[in-house]
């Protein structure tokens, strides 16, 4: 069974940085999708970033380019690199591996808070 563990939130300044990392225990499948995710105040969760197997990446609009997804090689880590952070930004991320890329099979970390403001 896998399991996730986020890690990294805390509070920043606007224009500041945060890397979280998501820890994965179990073993995935080549077919797996790992994604982050974030819940923002009294809004839905939303798509950040998710990367496959072999790296393919995809990002929600809002990024713009400040936010950068990756993982190790032995697919134990998934991290989050957050630049240019803006109050909007502000929200619980969540890890979410995503089985068989099918988003309607998911498993979901605690989640951490990034909370963005002076």
């Known amino acids: 069974q896998v399991q996730l563990v986020e890690s990294g939130g805390g509070v920043v300044q606007p224009g500041g940085s945060l890397r979280l990392s998501c820890a994965i225990s179990g073993n995935l499948s080549p077919f797996d999708i790992m994604g982050w995710y974030r819940q923002p105040p009294e809004k839905q969760r939303e798509m950040v970033a998710r990367?496959?197997?072999?790296?393919?990446?995809v990002y929600g609009e809002f990024v713009k380019g400040r936010f950068t997804i990756s993982q190790d090689n032995a697919k134990t880590t998934v991290a989050l690199q957050m630049n240019n952070l803006k109050p909007e930004d502000t929200a619980v991320y969540y890890c979410?591996?995503?089985?068989?890329?099918?988003?309607?099979?998911?498993?979901w970390g605690q989640g951490t808070q990034v909370t963005v403001s002076r």
């Open positions: 990367i496959t197997h072999s790296n393919g990446t």
């Open positions: 979410q591996r995503a089985r068989g890329g099918d988003l309607h099979y998911v498993d």
